[in-house]
Protein backbone atom coordinates (compact mmCIF):
# COMPACT_ATOMS: atom_id res chain seq x y z
CA UNK A 1 0.00 0.00 0.00
CA UNK A 2 1.32 3.64 -0.56
CA UNK A 3 0.68 6.08 2.22
CA UNK A 4 -2.15 7.96 0.07
CA UNK A 5 -4.04 4.67 -0.24
CA UNK A 6 -3.62 4.32 3.84
CA UNK A 7 -4.62 7.32 4.68
CA UNK A 8 -8.13 7.17 2.48
CA UNK A 9 -8.35 3.54 3.76
CA UNK A 10 -9.03 4.43 7.35
CA UNK A 11 -11.62 6.74 6.62
CA UNK A 12 -13.41 6.90 10.55
CA UNK A 13 -9.87 6.52 12.07
CA UNK A 14 -6.47 7.68 12.72
CA UNK A 15 -3.20 5.26 11.15
CA UNK A 16 -0.37 4.01 13.40
CA UNK A 17 3.22 4.59 12.19
CA UNK A 18 5.30 3.15 14.91
CA UNK A 19 9.65 4.33 14.70
CA UNK A 20 11.74 1.85 15.18
CA UNK A 21 16.04 2.03 14.04
CA UNK A 22 17.81 -0.15 11.69
CA UNK A 23 20.49 -2.15 13.56
CA UNK A 24 18.00 -2.88 16.28
CA UNK A 25 18.54 -5.13 18.05
CA UNK A 26 20.86 -6.46 15.55
CA UNK A 27 20.94 -5.73 12.01
CA UNK A 28 19.71 -9.03 11.63
CA UNK A 29 16.62 -9.10 13.28
CA UNK A 30 15.58 -5.37 12.72
CA UNK A 31 12.90 -7.02 10.32
CA UNK A 32 11.79 -9.45 12.75
CA UNK A 33 10.75 -6.25 14.55
CA UNK A 34 9.00 -4.99 11.76
CA UNK A 35 7.03 -7.75 10.91
CA UNK A 36 5.77 -8.38 14.72
CA UNK A 37 4.87 -4.67 14.53
CA UNK A 38 2.67 -5.14 11.59
CA UNK A 39 1.17 -8.45 12.74
CA UNK A 40 0.09 -6.33 15.80
CA UNK A 41 -1.68 -3.97 13.82
CA UNK A 42 1.09 -1.14 12.60
CA UNK A 43 -0.69 0.90 9.33
CA UNK A 44 3.11 1.83 8.17
CA UNK A 45 6.67 2.74 9.31
CA UNK A 46 9.02 5.22 9.80
CA UNK A 47 12.34 3.28 9.19
CA UNK A 48 15.46 5.00 11.35
CA UNK A 49 18.75 5.22 9.89
CA UNK A 50 21.41 6.65 12.48
CA UNK A 51 22.95 9.27 12.74
CA UNK A 52 25.94 10.43 14.90
CA UNK A 53 24.81 13.93 16.29
CA UNK A 54 20.88 13.52 16.20
CA UNK A 55 19.75 16.96 17.20
CA UNK A 56 16.01 16.08 17.20
CA UNK A 57 16.58 13.09 19.37
CA UNK A 58 16.56 12.24 23.08
CA UNK A 59 18.92 10.35 25.04
CA UNK A 60 17.28 7.15 24.14
CA UNK A 61 17.34 7.34 20.31
CA UNK A 62 21.03 8.86 20.69
CA UNK A 63 21.60 5.68 22.19
CA UNK A 64 19.61 3.39 20.09
CA UNK A 65 22.07 5.46 17.54
CA UNK A 66 25.33 4.71 18.95
CA UNK A 67 24.64 1.05 19.41
CA UNK A 68 23.60 1.08 15.95
CA UNK A 69 26.47 2.81 14.49
CA UNK A 70 28.94 0.86 15.95
CA UNK A 71 27.66 -2.33 15.33
CA UNK A 72 27.91 -1.23 11.26
CA UNK A 73 24.85 0.13 10.61
CA UNK A 74 25.13 2.77 7.75
CA UNK A 75 22.30 4.29 5.32
CA UNK A 76 23.21 2.12 2.15
CA UNK A 77 22.52 -1.17 5.00
CA UNK A 78 19.24 0.86 6.55
CA UNK A 79 17.74 0.90 3.12
CA UNK A 80 18.48 -2.70 2.39
CA UNK A 81 16.49 -3.11 5.84
CA UNK A 82 13.76 -0.67 4.34
CA UNK A 83 13.60 -2.50 1.16
CA UNK A 84 12.93 -5.86 2.92
CA UNK A 85 10.76 -4.18 5.30
CA UNK A 86 8.61 -2.78 2.75
CA UNK A 87 8.20 -6.00 0.81
CA UNK A 88 7.79 -8.53 3.75
CA UNK A 89 5.25 -6.31 5.26
CA UNK A 90 3.21 -4.60 2.22
CA UNK A 91 3.14 -1.44 4.19
CA UNK A 92 4.26 1.83 3.50
CA UNK A 93 7.48 3.26 4.55
CA UNK A 94 9.13 6.81 5.21
CA UNK A 95 12.83 6.27 5.79
CA UNK A 96 14.24 8.84 8.30
CA UNK A 97 17.36 10.42 8.71
CA UNK A 98 19.56 13.19 9.18
CA UNK A 99 20.67 15.63 6.39
CA UNK A 100 24.89 14.65 6.81
CA UNK A 101 24.60 10.92 5.60
CA UNK A 102 22.07 11.80 2.30
CA UNK A 103 24.53 14.18 1.11
CA UNK A 104 27.52 11.98 1.51
CA UNK A 105 25.46 9.39 -0.54
CA UNK A 106 24.89 12.31 -3.02
CA UNK A 107 20.89 13.60 -3.17
CA UNK A 108 20.39 12.04 -6.84
CA UNK A 109 21.53 9.01 -5.67
CA UNK A 110 19.93 8.59 -2.08
CA UNK A 111 16.76 9.61 -3.83
CA UNK A 112 17.11 6.35 -6.42
CA UNK A 113 18.16 4.41 -4.13
CA UNK A 114 15.50 5.24 -1.49
CA UNK A 115 12.75 4.55 -4.40
CA UNK A 116 14.47 1.20 -5.57
CA UNK A 117 13.84 0.43 -1.90
CA UNK A 118 10.54 0.87 -2.57
CA UNK A 119 9.67 3.64 0.76
CA UNK A 120 7.48 6.25 0.11
CA UNK A 121 8.57 9.22 1.93
CA UNK A 122 11.68 10.56 3.37
CA UNK A 123 11.62 12.04 6.93
CA UNK A 124 14.86 14.34 7.14
CA UNK A 125 15.17 16.31 10.72
CA UNK A 126 17.29 18.99 10.26
CA UNK A 127 15.96 19.80 6.68
CA UNK A 128 13.43 22.74 7.36
CA UNK A 129 11.74 23.71 4.30
CA UNK A 130 13.82 26.92 3.10
CA UNK A 131 16.43 24.11 2.63
CA UNK A 132 14.14 21.65 1.09
CA UNK A 133 14.16 22.13 -2.95
CA UNK A 134 16.78 20.14 -3.96
CA UNK A 135 16.36 17.50 -1.97
CA UNK A 136 11.94 17.48 -2.84
CA UNK A 137 13.16 17.50 -6.84
CA UNK A 138 15.15 14.55 -7.16
CA UNK A 139 12.79 12.50 -4.96
CA UNK A 140 10.22 13.61 -7.01
CA UNK A 141 12.08 11.98 -9.92
CA UNK A 142 12.18 8.93 -8.12
CA UNK A 143 8.49 8.83 -6.82
CA UNK A 144 9.07 9.17 -3.27
CA UNK A 145 7.70 12.33 -1.13
CA UNK A 146 9.31 14.37 1.44
CA UNK A 147 7.54 15.09 4.24
CA UNK A 148 7.41 18.52 5.92
CA UNK A 149 7.68 19.15 9.70
CA UNK A 150 4.97 22.29 11.11
CA UNK A 151 6.12 22.82 15.05
CA UNK A 152 4.14 24.59 17.62
CA UNK A 153 6.55 27.50 17.21
CA UNK A 154 6.08 27.58 13.22
CA UNK A 155 4.92 31.20 11.89
CA UNK A 156 1.73 31.20 9.60
CA UNK A 157 4.03 31.75 7.01
CA UNK A 158 6.11 29.42 7.04
CA UNK A 159 2.81 27.11 7.82
CA UNK A 160 1.72 28.00 4.11
CA UNK A 161 4.64 26.65 2.49
CA UNK A 162 5.01 23.26 4.65
CA UNK A 163 1.68 22.32 3.60
CA UNK A 164 2.33 23.22 0.22
CA UNK A 165 5.54 21.62 0.04
CA UNK A 166 4.33 18.40 2.11
CA UNK A 167 4.22 14.98 0.71
CA UNK A 168 3.05 12.55 1.64
CA UNK A 169 1.95 14.07 4.96
CA UNK A 170 2.91 16.73 7.11
CA UNK A 171 4.88 15.72 10.54
CA UNK A 172 3.54 17.54 13.12
CA UNK A 173 5.60 18.30 16.04
CA UNK A 174 2.82 17.55 19.16
CA UNK A 175 5.27 18.65 21.86
CA UNK A 176 8.12 21.33 21.84
CA UNK A 177 11.16 19.38 22.66
CA UNK A 178 13.09 16.63 21.30
CA UNK A 179 12.10 13.11 20.80
CA UNK A 180 11.16 11.58 23.94
CA UNK A 181 8.33 10.22 26.40
CA UNK A 182 6.78 12.81 27.82
CA UNK A 183 3.32 13.76 29.83
CA UNK A 184 2.70 17.02 28.34
CA UNK A 185 -0.58 18.05 27.34
CA UNK A 186 -2.06 18.10 24.00
CA UNK A 187 -3.05 21.99 23.90
CA UNK A 188 -0.49 22.95 21.51
CA UNK A 189 -1.17 19.65 19.67
CA UNK A 190 -4.82 20.55 18.93
CA UNK A 191 -3.58 24.18 18.50
CA UNK A 192 -1.28 22.96 15.70
CA UNK A 193 -3.88 20.85 14.12
CA UNK A 194 -6.68 23.44 13.57
CA UNK A 195 -3.65 25.53 12.09
CA UNK A 196 -3.00 23.15 9.57
CA UNK A 197 -6.54 21.94 9.05
CA UNK A 198 -7.68 25.10 8.69
CA UNK A 199 -4.81 25.25 5.61
CA UNK A 200 -4.53 22.34 3.42
CA UNK A 201 -5.90 18.74 3.41
CA UNK A 202 -2.95 17.20 3.22
CA UNK A 203 -2.65 14.22 6.07
CA UNK A 204 -1.24 15.60 9.44
CA UNK A 205 0.59 12.73 11.40
CA UNK A 206 1.66 13.97 14.65
CA UNK A 207 4.92 12.79 16.07
CA UNK A 208 7.52 13.38 19.15
CA UNK A 209 6.44 13.09 23.03
CA UNK A 210 3.86 10.46 22.47
CA UNK A 211 4.96 7.72 24.28
CA UNK A 212 1.60 5.28 25.10
CA UNK A 213 -2.19 4.52 24.73
CA UNK A 214 -3.35 7.29 26.82
CA UNK A 215 -1.59 10.14 24.70
CA UNK A 216 -1.55 7.84 21.30
CA UNK A 217 -5.71 8.34 22.05
CA UNK A 218 -5.30 11.84 22.21
CA UNK A 219 -3.24 12.70 19.13
CA UNK A 220 -5.48 10.71 17.28
CA UNK A 221 -8.12 12.48 17.80
CA UNK A 222 -6.63 15.41 16.19
CA UNK A 223 -4.78 14.35 13.64
CA UNK A 224 -4.78 11.93 10.57
CA UNK A 225 -1.60 9.34 12.15
CA UNK A 226 0.45 9.39 15.21
CA UNK A 227 4.14 8.31 15.59
CA UNK A 228 5.29 6.62 18.36
CA UNK A 229 9.37 5.85 18.51
CA UNK A 230 10.81 6.47 21.35
CA UNK A 231 8.72 4.26 23.40
CA UNK A 232 9.51 1.48 21.26
CA UNK A 233 13.36 1.89 20.82
CA UNK A 234 13.46 1.77 24.58
CA UNK A 235 11.52 -1.58 25.15
CA UNK A 236 14.00 -2.54 22.32
CA UNK A 237 16.84 -1.14 24.42
CA UNK A 238 15.53 -2.94 27.78
CA UNK A 239 14.76 -6.45 26.01
CA UNK A 240 17.14 -9.08 27.18
CA UNK A 241 16.98 -11.23 23.84
CA UNK A 242 15.93 -10.50 20.02
CA UNK A 243 12.27 -12.67 21.23
CA UNK A 244 11.50 -10.64 24.20
CA UNK A 245 12.98 -7.20 21.63
CA UNK A 246 9.82 -8.79 19.26
CA UNK A 247 7.24 -9.09 22.12
CA UNK A 248 7.52 -5.78 23.75
CA UNK A 249 7.44 -4.30 20.63
CA UNK A 250 4.43 -6.26 19.57
CA UNK A 251 2.57 -5.66 22.68
CA UNK A 252 2.70 -1.98 23.26
CA UNK A 253 1.76 -1.92 19.29
CA UNK A 254 -1.05 -3.79 19.45
CA UNK A 255 -2.48 -1.27 22.75
CA UNK A 256 -1.32 1.71 20.69
CA UNK A 257 -3.46 -0.25 17.45
CA UNK A 258 -6.65 -0.15 19.60
CA UNK A 259 -5.77 3.63 20.93
CA UNK A 260 -6.31 5.05 17.34
CA UNK A 261 -9.51 3.40 16.49
CA UNK A 262 -10.96 4.52 20.13
CA UNK B 1 38.21 36.42 -3.99
CA UNK B 2 34.81 37.98 -2.80
CA UNK B 3 34.52 39.33 1.38
CA UNK B 4 30.86 38.71 2.10
CA UNK B 5 29.31 42.12 3.68
CA UNK B 6 26.40 39.27 4.89
CA UNK B 7 25.54 36.40 4.02
CA UNK B 8 22.72 35.91 1.64
CA UNK B 9 18.68 35.34 2.22
CA UNK B 10 19.56 31.92 2.96
CA UNK B 11 22.52 32.48 4.85
CA UNK B 12 25.28 31.36 2.43
CA UNK B 13 28.56 32.64 2.67
CA UNK B 14 29.15 31.47 -0.73
CA UNK B 15 28.42 27.71 -0.96
CA UNK B 16 28.75 27.51 2.75
CA UNK B 17 25.85 28.27 5.98
CA UNK B 18 22.56 27.86 5.44
CA UNK B 19 20.23 26.87 8.20
CA UNK B 20 20.24 23.22 8.52
CA UNK B 21 17.72 23.48 11.96
CA UNK B 22 14.52 21.69 13.10
CA UNK B 23 11.55 23.20 12.21
CA UNK B 24 10.69 24.26 15.63
CA UNK B 25 13.72 26.42 15.77
CA UNK B 26 13.08 27.72 12.45
CA UNK B 27 10.79 30.84 13.80
CA UNK B 28 13.53 32.13 16.52
CA UNK B 29 16.44 31.91 13.58
CA UNK B 30 14.15 34.14 11.31
CA UNK B 31 13.21 36.32 14.29
CA UNK B 32 16.52 36.38 15.87
CA UNK B 33 18.03 37.82 12.31
CA UNK B 34 15.76 40.48 12.25
CA UNK B 35 16.01 41.32 16.06
CA UNK B 36 19.59 41.36 14.89
CA UNK B 37 19.46 44.15 11.91
CA UNK B 38 17.29 46.30 14.34
CA UNK B 39 19.54 46.14 17.32
CA UNK B 40 22.99 46.80 15.03
CA UNK B 41 21.03 49.76 13.17
CA UNK B 42 19.57 51.40 16.43
CA UNK B 43 22.29 54.10 17.70
CA UNK B 44 20.85 53.24 21.03
CA UNK B 45 22.54 49.50 20.78
CA UNK B 46 25.89 50.56 19.56
CA UNK B 47 25.91 53.04 22.14
CA UNK B 48 25.38 50.77 24.72
CA UNK B 49 27.72 48.26 23.37
CA UNK B 50 30.38 50.42 23.17
CA UNK B 51 30.27 51.84 26.83
CA UNK B 52 30.08 48.38 27.98
CA UNK B 53 33.25 46.96 25.66
CA UNK B 54 35.23 50.40 26.91
CA UNK B 55 34.24 50.49 30.83
CA UNK B 56 33.04 47.15 31.53
CA UNK B 57 35.33 44.72 29.16
CA UNK B 58 38.29 46.80 28.95
CA UNK B 59 38.25 47.76 25.08
CA UNK B 60 40.48 48.49 23.08
CA UNK B 61 42.76 45.72 24.56
CA UNK B 62 46.39 46.87 23.37
CA UNK B 63 48.02 46.03 20.67
CA UNK B 64 51.45 45.00 22.14
CA UNK B 65 54.72 45.20 20.16
CA UNK B 66 56.65 41.78 21.81
CA UNK B 67 60.34 42.66 21.57
CA UNK B 68 62.22 39.61 23.47
CA UNK B 69 59.38 36.94 21.34
CA UNK B 70 60.68 39.11 18.07
CA UNK B 71 64.08 38.66 18.51
CA UNK B 72 64.24 34.73 19.20
CA UNK B 73 61.83 34.63 16.54
CA UNK B 74 63.52 36.92 13.92
CA UNK B 75 60.46 38.85 12.88
CA UNK B 76 58.57 41.65 14.02
CA UNK B 77 55.56 40.58 16.04
CA UNK B 78 52.98 42.40 17.32
CA UNK B 79 50.29 40.60 19.66
CA UNK B 80 46.57 41.70 20.19
CA UNK B 81 45.96 41.36 23.65
CA UNK B 82 42.59 39.46 23.87
CA UNK B 83 43.67 37.85 27.06
CA UNK B 84 43.62 40.97 29.02
CA UNK B 85 39.91 41.47 27.89
CA UNK B 86 37.52 41.03 31.34
CA UNK B 87 37.18 37.12 31.82
CA UNK B 88 40.29 36.73 29.99
CA UNK B 89 39.49 35.54 26.46
CA UNK B 90 37.89 37.44 23.01
CA UNK B 91 34.80 35.67 23.83
CA UNK B 92 33.18 38.36 25.77
CA UNK B 93 33.10 40.59 23.14
CA UNK B 94 30.04 38.41 21.67
CA UNK B 95 28.43 37.48 24.94
CA UNK B 96 28.12 41.40 25.80
CA UNK B 97 26.58 41.51 22.52
CA UNK B 98 24.27 38.84 22.73
CA UNK B 99 23.11 39.43 26.28
CA UNK B 100 22.26 42.88 25.43
CA UNK B 101 20.12 41.23 22.27
CA UNK B 102 18.57 38.56 24.79
CA UNK B 103 17.20 41.38 26.61
CA UNK B 104 15.89 43.24 23.77
CA UNK B 105 14.13 40.29 22.60
CA UNK B 106 12.47 39.55 26.05
CA UNK B 107 13.92 36.47 26.96
CA UNK B 108 14.91 35.98 30.44
CA UNK B 109 17.00 32.76 29.89
CA UNK B 110 19.91 32.42 28.27
CA UNK B 111 21.81 29.22 27.32
CA UNK B 112 25.48 28.59 26.04
CA UNK B 113 27.67 25.74 25.02
CA UNK B 114 31.45 25.62 26.30
CA UNK B 115 34.41 23.85 25.45
CA UNK B 116 37.54 25.15 27.41
CA UNK B 117 35.22 27.11 29.25
CA UNK B 118 35.78 30.32 28.64
CA UNK B 119 32.74 31.43 26.36
CA UNK B 120 30.53 29.56 29.17
CA UNK B 121 32.26 31.75 31.83
CA UNK B 122 32.17 34.88 29.36
CA UNK B 123 28.23 33.96 28.66
CA UNK B 124 27.84 33.32 32.83
CA UNK B 125 29.62 37.05 33.05
CA UNK B 126 27.63 39.15 31.00
CA UNK B 127 24.41 37.29 32.04
CA UNK B 128 24.99 38.01 36.14
CA UNK B 129 25.77 41.84 34.41
CA UNK B 130 21.87 41.72 32.99
CA UNK B 131 19.90 39.55 35.65
CA UNK B 132 19.79 36.71 32.88
CA UNK B 133 19.06 33.48 34.04
CA UNK B 134 21.90 31.01 32.16
CA UNK B 135 22.62 27.36 31.97
CA UNK B 136 25.87 26.56 29.83
CA UNK B 137 26.46 23.14 28.92
CA UNK B 138 29.58 21.24 28.89
CA UNK B 139 30.97 18.32 28.26
CA UNK B 140 32.19 16.20 31.12
CA UNK B 141 35.50 15.72 29.66
CA UNK B 142 36.03 19.02 29.01
CA UNK B 143 34.60 19.77 32.83
CA UNK B 144 37.29 17.90 33.70
CA UNK B 145 40.05 19.45 32.35
CA UNK B 146 39.13 23.16 32.46
CA UNK B 147 37.50 22.71 36.54
CA UNK B 148 38.60 26.61 36.80
CA UNK B 149 35.95 27.67 34.77
CA UNK B 150 33.68 25.50 35.96
CA UNK B 151 33.98 27.03 39.31
CA UNK B 152 34.26 30.09 38.51
CA UNK B 153 30.57 29.76 36.24
CA UNK B 154 29.31 28.49 39.48
CA UNK B 155 30.42 31.59 41.26
CA UNK B 156 28.55 33.85 39.14
CA UNK B 157 25.16 31.91 39.33
CA UNK B 158 24.97 29.74 36.49
CA UNK B 159 24.17 26.46 35.91
CA UNK B 160 26.92 24.37 34.66
CA UNK B 161 25.22 21.08 33.10
CA UNK B 162 27.44 17.98 31.88
CA UNK B 163 26.92 16.55 28.56
CA UNK B 164 27.65 12.76 28.73
CA UNK B 165 26.82 12.04 25.20
CA UNK B 166 29.42 11.22 22.50
CA UNK B 167 33.18 12.13 23.65
CA UNK B 168 31.99 14.73 26.34
CA UNK B 169 33.57 17.73 24.59
CA UNK B 170 32.76 20.87 22.79
CA UNK B 171 30.86 18.99 19.12
CA UNK B 172 27.97 17.40 22.25
CA UNK B 173 27.96 20.72 24.64
CA UNK B 174 26.62 22.26 21.44
CA UNK B 175 24.38 19.68 20.10
CA UNK B 176 22.98 19.36 23.83
CA UNK B 177 22.36 23.03 23.84
CA UNK B 178 20.54 22.81 20.57
CA UNK B 179 18.43 20.42 22.10
CA UNK B 180 17.59 22.26 25.40
CA UNK B 181 16.62 25.21 22.92
CA UNK B 182 14.93 23.02 20.69
CA UNK B 183 12.22 22.68 23.89
CA UNK B 184 12.37 26.14 25.31
CA UNK B 185 13.30 28.15 22.17
CA UNK B 186 9.86 30.65 23.05
CA UNK B 187 11.95 31.95 26.41
CA UNK B 188 15.32 31.39 25.89
CA UNK B 189 17.78 32.86 23.56
CA UNK B 190 20.94 30.36 23.07
CA UNK B 191 24.11 32.79 22.93
CA UNK B 192 26.44 30.06 20.69
CA UNK B 193 29.99 30.74 21.06
CA UNK B 194 31.81 31.01 18.04
CA UNK B 195 30.87 31.57 14.13
CA UNK B 196 29.31 28.40 13.89
CA UNK B 197 25.61 26.63 13.64
CA UNK B 198 22.63 27.56 11.73
CA UNK B 199 21.90 31.43 10.05
CA UNK B 200 22.36 34.18 11.37
CA UNK B 201 24.51 33.13 14.17
CA UNK B 202 27.74 32.93 11.80
CA UNK B 203 26.86 36.55 10.80
CA UNK B 204 26.13 37.77 14.31
CA UNK B 205 28.99 36.42 16.15
CA UNK B 206 31.78 37.79 13.43
CA UNK B 207 29.95 41.12 13.59
CA UNK B 208 30.28 41.24 17.25
CA UNK B 209 33.84 40.11 17.35
CA UNK B 210 35.15 42.20 14.22
CA UNK B 211 36.10 44.98 16.77
CA UNK B 212 39.50 42.71 17.52
CA UNK B 213 40.40 43.56 13.40
CA UNK B 214 38.67 46.71 13.50
CA UNK B 215 40.79 47.97 16.68
CA UNK B 216 43.68 46.15 15.45
CA UNK B 217 44.05 48.29 12.27
CA UNK B 218 43.52 51.20 13.69
CA UNK B 219 46.48 50.92 16.33
CA UNK B 220 48.46 49.44 13.55
CA UNK B 221 48.62 52.74 12.45
CA UNK B 222 51.35 53.41 9.71
CA UNK B 223 52.50 49.76 10.28
CA UNK B 224 51.92 47.79 7.27
CA UNK B 225 51.80 44.23 8.78
CA UNK B 226 52.39 41.15 6.32
CA UNK B 227 50.91 38.47 8.20
CA UNK B 228 48.15 37.98 10.70
CA UNK B 229 47.91 35.09 12.41
CA UNK B 230 45.13 33.36 14.82
CA UNK B 231 44.08 29.39 16.04
CA UNK B 232 41.16 28.36 14.31
CA UNK B 233 38.43 25.61 16.27
CA UNK B 234 34.95 27.38 15.99
CA UNK B 235 36.81 30.70 14.07
CA UNK B 236 35.58 33.35 16.23
CA UNK B 237 39.02 35.07 17.47
CA UNK B 238 40.21 34.65 13.62
CA UNK B 239 37.02 35.34 12.09
CA UNK B 240 36.79 38.82 14.08
CA UNK B 241 40.40 39.67 13.15
CA UNK B 242 40.31 38.59 9.48
CA UNK B 243 37.35 39.86 8.58
CA UNK B 244 38.45 43.70 8.69
CA UNK B 245 41.55 42.61 6.80
CA UNK B 246 40.28 40.19 4.11
CA UNK B 247 40.85 41.43 0.63
CA UNK B 248 43.33 43.50 1.64
CA UNK B 249 47.28 43.03 1.11
CA UNK B 250 47.81 41.34 4.53
CA UNK B 251 48.43 37.23 4.31
CA UNK B 252 46.13 35.63 6.54
CA UNK B 253 46.53 32.42 8.36
CA UNK B 254 44.08 30.30 10.47
CA UNK B 255 46.00 27.53 12.48
CA UNK B 256 43.92 24.48 13.36
CA UNK B 257 44.29 22.10 16.10
CA UNK B 258 46.62 19.15 14.47
CA UNK B 259 46.29 17.13 17.52
CA UNK B 260 48.48 13.85 17.28
CA UNK B 261 49.32 14.82 14.27
CA UNK B 262 46.85 14.63 10.99
CA UNK B 263 48.09 11.24 10.02
CA UNK B 264 46.77 9.75 13.36
CA UNK B 265 43.28 11.06 12.53
CA UNK B 266 43.30 12.62 16.12
CA UNK B 267 42.99 15.90 15.88
CA UNK B 268 40.87 19.24 15.13
CA UNK B 269 41.77 20.82 11.44
CA UNK B 270 38.29 20.83 9.96
CA UNK B 271 39.47 23.33 7.11
CA UNK B 272 43.03 21.26 6.69
CA UNK B 273 41.73 17.69 6.61
CA UNK B 274 38.02 17.69 6.87
CA UNK B 275 35.38 17.63 3.75
CA UNK B 276 32.12 19.77 3.00
CA UNK B 277 28.81 18.93 5.06
CA UNK B 278 26.30 19.87 7.58
CA UNK B 279 27.49 20.16 10.95
CA UNK B 280 25.71 21.64 14.18
CA UNK B 281 23.13 23.70 11.14
CA UNK B 282 25.50 25.17 8.34
CA UNK B 283 27.01 23.37 5.63
CA UNK B 284 30.97 24.08 5.62
CA UNK B 285 33.96 22.03 6.21
CA UNK B 286 34.20 18.86 8.95
CA UNK B 287 35.66 15.65 9.93
CA UNK B 288 33.17 13.14 8.72
CA UNK B 289 33.94 9.08 7.19
CA UNK B 290 32.56 8.48 4.04
CA UNK B 291 29.46 7.79 5.44
CA UNK B 292 28.60 10.98 6.50
CA UNK B 293 28.91 10.22 10.26
CA UNK B 294 30.84 12.90 11.87
CA UNK B 295 34.19 11.75 13.52
CA UNK B 296 35.14 12.38 16.75
CA UNK B 297 37.88 15.63 17.26
CA UNK B 298 40.87 15.41 19.12
CA UNK B 299 42.69 18.39 20.46
CA UNK B 300 44.92 19.08 23.67
CA UNK B 301 43.47 22.20 23.56
CA UNK B 302 39.40 22.09 24.76
CA UNK B 303 38.48 25.15 22.76
CA UNK B 304 39.81 23.73 19.25
CA UNK B 305 38.48 20.26 19.89
CA UNK B 306 35.69 20.36 17.82
CA UNK B 307 34.79 19.03 14.45
CA UNK B 308 33.72 21.32 12.29
CA UNK B 309 34.65 25.23 11.95
CA UNK B 310 32.36 28.54 10.96
CA UNK B 311 31.04 28.43 7.47
CA UNK B 312 32.73 31.95 6.46
CA UNK B 313 36.30 30.08 6.95
CA UNK B 314 34.87 27.47 4.38
CA UNK B 315 34.33 30.48 2.22
CA UNK B 316 37.44 32.03 2.96
CA UNK B 317 39.57 29.08 2.22
CA UNK B 318 37.71 28.31 -0.83
CA UNK B 319 38.30 31.49 -2.34
CA UNK B 320 41.80 32.29 -1.03
CA UNK B 321 40.94 34.80 1.17
CA UNK B 322 42.91 32.98 4.04
CA UNK B 323 45.45 29.88 4.14
CA UNK B 324 44.95 27.45 6.80
CA UNK B 325 47.44 25.21 8.68
CA UNK B 326 48.12 22.99 11.75
CA UNK B 327 50.06 22.22 14.38
CA UNK B 328 50.52 19.42 17.30
CA UNK B 329 49.88 19.24 20.87
CA UNK B 330 53.29 18.95 21.75
CA UNK B 331 54.07 22.25 19.37
CA UNK B 332 51.18 24.31 21.10
CA UNK B 333 52.52 23.15 24.50
CA UNK B 334 56.02 24.44 23.55
CA UNK B 335 54.79 27.53 22.30
CA UNK B 336 52.58 28.24 25.56
CA UNK B 337 55.87 28.04 27.36
CA UNK B 338 58.30 29.42 24.97
CA UNK B 339 55.66 32.75 25.31
CA UNK B 340 55.46 31.98 29.39
CA UNK B 341 59.10 32.09 29.70
CA UNK B 342 60.36 35.40 27.00
CA UNK B 343 57.59 38.04 27.54
CA UNK B 344 55.85 36.80 30.88
CA UNK B 345 52.50 36.35 29.28
CA UNK B 346 50.97 32.97 29.46
CA UNK B 347 48.72 32.36 26.74
CA UNK B 348 45.99 29.75 26.95
CA UNK B 349 46.23 26.29 24.84
CA UNK B 350 44.25 27.91 21.82
CA UNK B 351 46.20 30.83 20.59
CA UNK B 352 49.76 28.82 21.69
CA UNK B 353 48.78 26.90 18.39
CA UNK B 354 48.84 30.30 16.52
CA UNK B 355 52.13 30.99 17.87
CA UNK B 356 53.56 27.45 17.42
CA UNK B 357 52.67 28.01 13.71
CA UNK B 358 55.17 31.00 13.92
CA UNK B 359 57.73 29.25 15.77
CA UNK B 360 57.80 26.36 12.94
CA UNK B 361 57.70 29.06 10.09
CA UNK B 362 60.11 31.57 11.30
CA UNK B 363 62.94 31.00 8.37
CA UNK B 364 60.11 31.57 5.94
CA UNK B 365 59.38 34.70 8.09
CA UNK B 366 62.20 36.42 8.85
CA UNK B 367 62.38 40.02 9.07
CA UNK B 368 58.08 40.51 8.73
CA UNK B 369 55.49 42.14 10.44
CA UNK B 370 53.16 39.51 12.16
CA UNK B 371 50.11 39.84 14.06
CA UNK B 372 48.95 37.24 16.06
CA UNK B 373 46.02 37.23 18.12
CA UNK B 374 46.47 36.58 21.58
CA UNK B 375 42.69 35.19 22.10
CA UNK B 376 42.88 34.47 25.77
CA UNK B 377 45.10 33.53 28.61
CA UNK B 378 46.35 30.29 30.14
CA UNK B 379 45.54 29.73 33.83
CA UNK B 380 42.74 27.97 32.91
CA UNK B 381 45.40 25.22 31.05
CA UNK B 382 48.15 25.58 34.23
CA UNK B 383 46.64 22.33 35.83
CA UNK B 384 46.03 20.66 32.32
CA UNK B 385 49.69 21.78 31.72
CA UNK B 386 51.33 20.70 35.03
CA UNK B 387 49.60 17.24 34.61
CA UNK B 388 50.83 16.53 31.42
CA UNK B 389 54.76 17.71 32.22
CA UNK B 390 54.96 15.89 36.15
CA UNK B 391 55.89 19.58 37.40
Known amino acids: MTFGETFTAATDRAVLFPYMMCGLPVAAATLDLFVAMADAGADGFEVGIPYADPLMDGPVIQEAGMKALAAGMTLAKGLETTAAVASATGLPCAVMTYVNPVLAMGITEFSVRVGEAGAGAVIIADLPVDESAPFVAALEGAGVGLVQFAAPTTTDARLDQVVAKANPFVYGIAEMGVTGERDGSTSRAAELSRRVRSRSEVPLVLGVGISGPESAKEAAGLADGVIVGTALVRRVLEAPTIGAACEAVAELVTDLAVAVRE | MTVVDRPDASGRFGEFGGRFAPETLMPALEHLEIAFDEAWDDPAYRAELSSLLRDYVGRPTPLYEASRLSEVLGLRLLLKREDLAHTGAHKINNTVGQALLARRMGKPRVIAETGAGQHGVATATACALFGLECEVFMGEVDMSRQALNVERMQMLGTKVTPVTSGAGT ?8 LRDWVATVETTHYIIGSVVGPHPFPWIVRQLQRVIGDETIEQLGDIEPDLVVACVGGGSNSMGMFYPFAGGDVELVGVEAGGYGLESGKHGASLVAGTPGVLH ?111
Open chain 2, 281 to 391: GARTYMLQDAEGQVLEAHSISAGLDYPGVGPEHAQFKDDGLARYDSVTDDEAVAAMDLMSRTEGIIPALEPSHALAWVWRERAALAGKTVVLCLSGRGDKDVDQIAEASGR
Open chain 2, 170 to 177: LKDAVSAA
